[in-house]
């Protein structure tokens, strides 16, 4: 079978390696106790948010019996004698880069490949022949873990063990760069009557509200205008945002406010003038929008932003379309 991985790859990883007892997928995630070794021992969890390198998975026999292709140029093959027992989570730098070092908190290019760790069959692909997944390594633990500590240019493989519905897995990841955590596009002229938008040195969005009534329907405006793929509906996108009040501008929600982690979900699980503000624009692109009630938490009573007019800064840093589109 041969798929892209553009959402497959990230459930598939977070879901094997939390049957090593791994924390993954919140955008604020809490240092899991301890995690299982490959061995199948307990042993003290590492804070990748202080240790990056320490929080790496481990080696052992199970990876260390794979032979795999060192030429990070290609699609990766690679060599063993299935079926390969994997007992947990295994991990090795295959070929080390000699690119930017990893750092907590970036959104790396990776391309991804797995394998049937039963038989040496591919599963699946992503990065080789479609655009590199785009991997938040806060935004799930787990991804810190198996790629942390290896630089740009390296080529890093991982086992998962099998549960009950899939068997266990060797994943290459091949780290291919590393994409800005705020929007890079050009800057766009000011529109009137907008709320206005400065940024701090680190990205951080400040907005002030104008003065007069809130609009009545959603209005967008770009501050940034990127470069990058267009967002479709049902795309996965990643971004950095800040949500504030019209009626007091103040701040509800902000992915700055977490310490500048990305948040990834699909255009589809937000309110419509969120949505409005990700579908059509491209990556790189600053979208600033305006969202009344009826667009926004008016149709959910009793919810604390049913009556708020609200305004979002969003940076769109990267979207996947899911492979059926």
């Known amino acids: 079978m041969r798929a892209r991985l553009s959402l497959i790859a990230p459930a598939l990883l977070i879901s094997a390696l939390a049957l090593a007892g791994c924390s993954t997928g919140s955008a604020t995630p809490t240092p899991t106790p301890t995690v299982t070794s490959a061995t199948g021992n307990e042993a003290p969890a590492v804070d990748p948010t202080t240790d990056l390198c320490g929080a790496a998975y481990e080696s ?28 947990g989570i295994e991990r090795t730098v295959t070929v080390e880069g000699d690119g930017e070092e990893l750092k907590y908190g970036q959104l790396v290019d990776v391309a991804q490949t797995i394998f049937d760790a039963s038989t040496g069959e591919k599963v699946a692909e992503a990065g080789w022949t479609s655009d590199p997944v785009l991997t938040s390594i806060v935004a799930e633990t787990g991804m810190a873990q198996a790629i942390s500590c290896a630089p740009v240019g390296s080529r890093v493989a991982v086992t998962t063990p099998a549960s009950t519905d899939r068997p266990a897995y060797i994943w290459i990841f091949d780290i291919k760069g590393i994409t ?5 596009g050009e800057q766009q002229p000011a529109v009137e009557g907008m709320p206005t938008v400065t940024l701090a040195e680190d990205g951080t969005p400040t907005v002030t509200i104008p003065k007069g009534d809130a609009p009545t329907e959603v209005k967008l405006a770009t501050l940034k205008q990127g470069d990058g793929r267009v967002v479709k509906s049902g795309d996965t996108v990643t971004v950095q945002y800040m949500g504030i009040k019209w009626s007091d501008g ?18 589809t699980g937000v309110v419509e003038g969120f949505k409005q503000a990700l579908e059509g624009y491209e990556v790189g692109s600053q979208v600033l929008v305006v969202v009344p009630p009826a667009a926004g938490y008016g149709a959910q009573a009793g919810h604390e932003l049913e009556k708020e007019t609200l305004v979002f800064v969003v940076d769109i840093l990267a979207t996947s379309t899911p492979a059926a589109q």
């Open 60 to 87: 052992g026999p199970s990876i260390e019996a794979v032979t795999i292709d060192p030429d990070t140029t290609k699609e990766p093959t690679l060599t063993f004698t299935a079926p390969l027992e994997v007992a």
């Open 180 to 184: 800005p955590n705020v929007a890079w």
């Open 250 to 267: 103040t701040e509800f929600d902000s992915s700055w406010s977490r310490g500048a982690v990305p948040s990834s979900f699909p255009t």
